[in-house]
């Protein structure tokens, strides 16, 4: 048997001989042995450690540690799903599914789906209130988490969505994904905006240890927030398992479907301003007045804050009526809709990572994205890089890959070998060795 956490506990027992066997002699007890492969029990020979017993054979037993995990599971919300809530679920599925030795208790703060208990050792607890409100935030993480701790009594709360309480003294570990309200704070509500840049800081001080999704998220909390590279690990994102080439009788049904027949190039995110919908209405403009194609445009996602600028650039586009908006689609549309398209066109201008770019490599779709931040960290070689703030620059690189064939087929095979490096399943087995390291601290920092 393979115990990655157990507590080593050593019973001496007089010699088999005499029976019955007396209780125990003495004991070694909360010994921890970590990635070892043990048998349940070892018989070995006494040695010089009880020198009054009598020479005989004994017995060493091993009880698996069963650690008890709570984990913040409020973003888990069904056909809700958005970018922390995919990494909630699919890194917590397989850690519950690989660690059924443990105990996990879900903190949901609404009536959840069944869909989310991914295993029999998976306790699901409601807590209120609907935290969907800086004040309602301030509630839950401050009263409601502790006191729910407080029953559990936990051996680590984890908090996959940045958040934090900071009236708890239980280990933590805490995933923070990115910093764009410290780079763009205009684009926030103002008491949102005013509860990350105060919470925040004080969430990443609080935490035994930090996980973030690109090294250039961990450089940025040290840079922001004083904190010592040693304390962050990099767990990265994955990509859906769904999404995955598409046959041409597939790609045409889908054309018909949402462009009616019209190639198109596709962006799939919240709508909300760092997702730079105006720089990307201006450059399709631009792109179709400098070419005669008919390639309408795929904006796919939900309006979040769909701000006056936002709306006005819209408004003002001469190609706005090949402009198509789906809102939210479902799982089975959204990898068609993106393994159709000519290019997934991901030109924001700050992520802590961009699960769309991996998403469009697994489809083998091209990828025109960004260069700043953390986008061509996971990009690589496998993407058109462009200025997101040159609405020029990225028409230029959308007319290449609407008449570069050879372009797009050789993006496409370097997207085959960039996806390599990130799978969900790597991001559990990540996340699963960053609980580990907050448990082997001896106390929360």
């Known amino acids: 048997m393979i115990v990655e956490h157990c507590i080593l506990n050593v019973e001496y027992y007089f ?3 005499q029976n019955p066997p007396v209780r125990p002699a ?29 020479t005989g054979d004994y017995f060493l037993s091993i009880k698996p540690n069963t650690l008890k995990i709570a984990v913040n599971t409020r973003l888990l919300l069904k056909n809700k799903l958005e970018g922390i809530g995919w990494f909630t679920f699919e890194a917590l599925k397989r850690i519950v599914q690989s660690h059924p030795e443990h105990s996990f208790y879900f903190l949901f703060d609404r009536a959840f789906d069944e869909s989310f208990i991914f295993g029999k050792n998976v306790t699901p607890i409601v807590i209120g209130p609907q935290a969907r409100h800086p004040i309602l935030h301030y509630i839950w993480f401050e009263f409601s988490i502790p006191k729910s701790l407080k029953k559990i009594q936990p051996d680590i709360f984890v908090s996959p969505d940045a958040y ?7 280990k933590t570990l805490l995933v923070i994904h990115d910093l764009n309200f410290e780079h763009y704070p205009e684009n926030m509500p103002a008491l949102v905006r005013k509860y990350y840049k105060y919470f925040t800081p004080r969430f990443a001080k609080k935490a035994t240890r930090i996980a973030t999704v690109s090294d250039f998220s961990k450089q940025d909390i040290v840079k922001q927030y004083g904190i010592k590279p040693n304390k962050i690990d990099v767990v990265y994102n994955g990509a859906n398992e769904k999404f995955k080439p598409i046959s041409e009788s597939e790609k045409t049904a889908t054309k018909n479907r949402f462009t009616k027949g019209e190639d198109y190039f596709v962006f799939i995110g919240a709508l909300n301003p760092r997702k730079n919908l105006v720089n990307l209405f201006r450059a399709f403009d631009i792109y179709r007045n400098a070419s005669s194609t008919k390639a309408k445009l795929v904006v ?12 006005t650039t819209f408004e003002n586009m001469q190609f706005k009526e090949d402009v198509v908006f789906t809102g939210r689609l479902e799982m089975e549309d959204l990898y068609r809709v993106i393994g159709s398209a000519l290019a997934m066109t991901y030109v924001s201008y700050f992520e802590g990572f961009g699960i769309p770019i991996v998403e469009a490599f697994f489809a083998e779709t091209p990828v025109i994205t960004s260069n700043v931040t953390s986008m061509p960290e996971i990009a690589g070689d496998a993407a058109l890089l462009v200025d997101p703030f040159d609405p020029e620059d990225i028409a230029k690189a959308m007319k290449k890959l609407t008449f570069d064939e050879e372009l797009r087929n050789t993006l496409i095979e370097k997207g085959g070998k960039q996806r390599q490096l990130f799978s969900w399943e790597n991001t559990a087995k990540n996340l699963w060795k960053s609980i580990e390291k907050t448990l082997n601290q001896k106390t929360a920092k």
């Open 15 to 17: 010699s088999v001989s």
């Open 26 to 54: 003495g004991s070694w007890q909360n010994k921890k042995i970590k990635s070892t492969v043990i048998p349940t029990s070892i018989k070995f020979k006494l040695s010089g450690i009880l020198r009054y017993l009598p």
């Open 164 to 170: 934090l309480s900071l009236k708890t003294n239980f």
């Open 300 to 311: 796919v996602g939900e309006k979040m804050w769909w701000t006056g600028e936002i709306k």
